[in-house]
């Protein structure tokens, strides 16, 4: 099982960058072991898959909405994912959600886990 907090969320004007970052507390060996997610969750809205990494960092896929401007990375030595998001735009705006999942999914009942998300609000 993997614990994670997430952070790096914050306040950016649209057209600029931002850096999420997700802290796993587990062994090397069994962090490097999950697949990591990023997912998100507006107001009245179902939690999205954003983005996907595999366990060693090889293998990403992302949400069309946001393919072309986010990119998911991970250090395995550090036990932490990162989801570096530029050119933002006001539908971005959510709350972003880390998690661990031993599957290759982009559903988010697939994982469990969750840390407590970490906001981010662009405004135009």
């Known amino acids: 099982q993997v614990q994670v907090v997430e952070s790096g969320g914050g306040l950016v004007q649209a057209g600029g960058s931002l850096r999420l970052s997700c802290a796993a507390s587990?062994?090397?060996?069994?962090?490097?072991?999950?697949?990591m997610g990023w997912f998100r969750q507006a107001p009245g809205k179902e939690r999205e898959f954003v983005a996907i990494?595999?366990?060693?960092?090889?293998?990403?896929d992302y949400a069309g909405s946001v393919k072309g401007r986010f990119t998911i990375s991970r250090d395995n030595a550090k036990n932490t994912v990162y989801l570096q998001m530029n050119s933002l735009k006001p539908e971005d705006t959510a709350v972003y959600y880390c998690?661990?999942?031993?599957?290759?999914?982009?559903?988010?009942?697939?994982?469990?886990?969750w840390g407590q998300g970490t906001q981010v609000t662009v405004f135009s």
């Open positions: 998690a661990a999942a031993l599957v290759w999914a982009k559903h988010a009942g697939a994982y469990d886990n």
């Open positions: 990494i595999s366990g060693g960092g090889g293998t990403t």
């Open positions: 587990a062994s090397r060996r069994t962090f490097s072991s999950y697949a």
